[in-house]
């Protein structure tokens, strides 16, 4: 059987991480190291490590895995293969050398579609019918290298940031697990990433749920779907920051960023269409429906955003 290591960290790698430890010999895990979280900002450990520790696997969290001293860790485990899922650091072609049979990475989308860190919330904003995961064998650039394994799945209309995550990831560990045997005994080969049809999907920026109230409404209801629950969307109401955590693209029209009621509605003009509000959250407020805030806050009607 063959000796594999597993680098990830956060949730989307939990599945992965857990099926290899079912099918296979995983003689240890690497993550990121213990990183300050939550409003109280203490010292959490990754999801990944939590569930490498309950299955006494040994964690290494290097701060930089490209530093001599890591490789040097890294080849103590004498692994056979890597198994790569969000590990949240760039793999030079060193560490992809060590083990014999290579080191290969669940991907969050179809490639060559969406290479990059956020393939999942790129798939929602973009429109996309459909993603998936592909299994590829990795080199050292930007989820270029040879492709495995692809699967696809529907991208629902309602498809949010989190429920396309926790979809993707059951699948990726799950193709996962079927496409190993055929990749250690050479029945799958890998194949060369198609020239055409690249897209990239950069790491997202908190800034970047900044609602624009001149585009599409379509198009601010998927970044708001894109971005549940992180970065989330927001806007400002005069001197305050306001999230919008759900509404919808509506028909009607209104000057963008115009607070207005439009058939039993309150509604955002937008750069084309309007959209509708549904659930809304003052900074330092509770969350509450669109009907509840305005009793508080009648002054909203009318708005400029």
Known sequence: M???????????????????IRHHAVVGVVTQPDRPAGRGREVQMSPVKQVALSAGIAVFQPEKIRRPDATAELRR???????????????????????????????ASLLPRWRGAAPIQAAIRAGDAETGVTIMRMDA???????????????NPDETG???????????????????????????QPQPQPDQ?????????????????????IVIERMLRAFSPWPGAFTTWGEQTLKVLAGEAVEGSAAP????????????????????????????????????????HPQFAGAQL
């Open 141 to 155: 650039g930007l989820d270029t290298g040879p492709m495995l394994t692809k699967r696809a799945i529907r991208v």
């Open 257 to 296: 960023g115009l607070v207005a009621a439009r058939a039993g509605r309150i509604v955002v003009g937008t750069g084309e269409g309007c959209f509708a509000l549904h659930t809304v959250q003052l900074a330092g407020r509770k969350a509450v429906e669109i009907d509840e805030f305005l009793r508080g």
């Open 77 to 107: 485990w004498d692994a056979d293969l890597y198994v790569v899922a969000a590990f949240g650091q760039i793999l030079p072609q060193v560490v992809l050398d060590i083990p014999a049979q290579g080191s290969i990475n669940v991907h």
């Open 197 to 217: 049809g690249v897209t990239f999907a950069p790491r997202i920026e908190k800034e970047e749920g900044r609602i624009d109230w001149q585009q599409p409404a």
């Open 2 to 20: 063959a000796k594999i290591v597993f680098m990830g960290t956060p949730d989307f790698a939990v599945p992965t991480l857990q099926a290899l």
């Open 162 to 188: 989190q429920s396309l995550h926790d979809r993707l990831a059951i699948l990726g560990a799950d193709l996962l697990i079927e496409t190993l045997p055929g990749y250690l005994d050479g029945t799958i």
